[in-house]
């Protein structure tokens, strides 16, 4: 099973700030197979990346997606405020599909 | 629009099992699969395994073999997830999600379904 690791655990940022938030594979991912979802409190993740970096239908391009091997990235530029939620990173590269711990990006 | 909305809360005594469905609307229900994934409070994503509504070919996560059955309903564009011989660490809200195929992203998601497992 491939474990991805997500870090930091939480990110304290201001409004009009950029996010970073980092996905390490434990080996290797097939073609980039990485997405990345949203998720607000008492709602159903989102998606907002798949493929490493494509952007979803109707995802803002202040979204981004990088990476590819083991190691990704999600960044968000100007943090606008309804950006403050859990982010989650899901490869889809083998028979098991795994998620990471998620990563909370709160207000400072 | 493309839409999954579940079945309502759940609460189930534990040994016992659930049936959670999941109706899709506003695309091709049998040129996508569904996937399910379960959320224990306060914690992160859990996959629990995939079905493909053309075939009905399954992909069952490990942790869940021998304990989930997923299967699907054309006539009524319905995915459905059974998890037998509860635990009280089986309660969680349990989302249903559209994907491709077995090694694919998941868009969307339903709204989810909270099942308690609680003597």
């Known amino acids: 099973e491939i474990v991805l690791t997500q870090s930091p655990g939480t990110l304290s940022l201001s409004p009009g700030e950029r996010a970073t938030l980092s996905c390490r594979a434990s080996q290797s991912l097939t073609s980039s197979y990485l997405a990345w979802y949203q998720q607000k409190p008492g709602q159903a993740p989102r998606l907002l990346i798949f493929g490493a970096s494509g952007r979803a239908t109707g995802i803002p391009d202040r979204f981004s997606g990088s990476g590819s091997g083991t190691d990704f990235t999600l960044t968000i530029n100007k943090l606008e405020p309804e950006d403050f939620a859990v982010y989650y990173c899901q490869q889809y590269g083998s028979s098991s599909l795994t998620f990471g711990q998620g990563t909370k990006v709160e207000i400072k | 629009q493309v839409q999954l909305v579940q079945s309502g809360a759940e609460v189930k005594k534990p040994g016992a099992s659930v049936k959670v469905s999941c109706k899709a609307s506003?695309?091709?229900?049998?040129?996508?699969?569904i996937s399910w994934v379960r959320q224990a409070p306060g914690q992160g994503l859990e996959w629990m395994g995939w079905?493909?509504?053309?075939?009905?070919?399954?992909n069952y996560a490990l942790n869940f073999q021998g304990r989930v059955t997923m299967t699907t309903d054309t006539s009524t564009s319905t995915a459905y997830m059974e998890l037998r011989s509860l635990r009280s660490d089986d309660t969680a809200v349990y989302y249903c999600?559209?994907?491709?195929?077995?090694?694919?992203?998941?868009?969307?998601w339903g709204q989810g379904t909270l099942v308690t497992v609680s003597s």
């Open positions: 999600a559209r994907a491709r195929t077995g090694g694919s992203w998941f868009d969307p």
């Open positions: 506003g695309y091709s229900f049998t040129g996508y699969g």
């Open positions: 079905i493909s509504v053309y075939n009905g070919n399954t």
